[in-house]
């Protein structure tokens, strides 16, 4: 609902702006309306690529879309996700509108343009529903789903939380990630414990092992762990003695 009146809000402030702007060629107005128009439509795909799976509505609610593994999505998978959207999200309100003006064919257009933006998610709020890690439709095709980055841990959990100076990290190659990287294992890592996603985990530490360098036997769960707990020690004692090596 947040993206939708931010879009709404968005389209109002060109139509005046048209209206301000007037150049007297009804055909120019149209063309610009509808240049700057555009954008409208592919709203979603153009924020989450560029803003790092974000939205203006998701900023603002602290969630994020990720791929299940963790890892940042790909432009296809925001693509992909976002052209099941009018499945997931637009298809009510299509419906809805389209059984509305089965008697009133001229303003039938209007009427789908505006089901584009419109929410009306019965399709995604089921699948949501139904599925393990509350993904909708696009988000299983595309093998990614949204996460929240609210600060829900307490303060020994934080990325900077202090260890004992006697810790010895053992895997000192984890301070080559940044603290991105580390709040996206934590997150992965508690949404996986919580749901019993085991597999995600090991997807995870796989990628944790092939990044780093790391052979290690040690059980995924334990090893995730350890990297967190590591890169605790590091980031703290590196921001104690930045020129330090």
């Known amino acids: 609902m947040l993206d939708f009146l931010f879009m709404v809000l968005y389209g109002l402030l060109l139509w005046g702006l048209t209206k301000i702007l007037q150049s007297g060629s009804v055909f120019i107005e149209d063309l610009v309306f509808t240049v700057f128009l555009t954008p409208l439509f592919f709203y979603h795909p153009l924020l989450e690529y560029f803003f790092n799976g974000q939205t203006v509505g998701k900023m603002l609610l602290k969630l994020k879309v990720i791929r299940i593994d963790g890892s940042s999505a790909s432009l296809s998978d925001i693509i992909l996700r976002w052209i099941i959207r009018f499945v997931d999200v637009n298809l009510g309100m299509i419906l809805i509108i389209f059984m509305g003006s089965l008697d009133n064919s001229d303003q039938l257009y209007g009427f789908f343009l505006l089901s584009m933006i419109m929410p009306m ?115 703290v004692e590196k921001d104690e003695n930045p020129f330090s090596k």
């Open 121 to 235: 998610p019965i399709v995604g709020m089921i699948s949501i529903m139904k599925t393990k890690y509350g993904q909708r439709l696009g988000d299983l095709a595309a093998n990614t789903v949204v996460v929240s980055m609210k600060r829900t841990f307490s303060l020994e959990d934080t990325i900077l939380s202090k260890t004992s100076e006697e810790y010895v990290p053992k895997y000192p190659q984890v301070i080559e990630l940044n603290d991105s990287d580390i709040r996206t294992i934590k997150s992965v890592l508690k949404l996986a414990k919580k749901r019993k996603g085991m597999e995600n985990i090991q997807r995870l530490a796989d990628k944790a092992k092939e990044r780093l360098k790391i052979d290690s036997k040690e059980e995924s769960t334990v090893f995730l762990d350890v990297l967190i707990k590591d890169y605790n020690h590091l980031a």
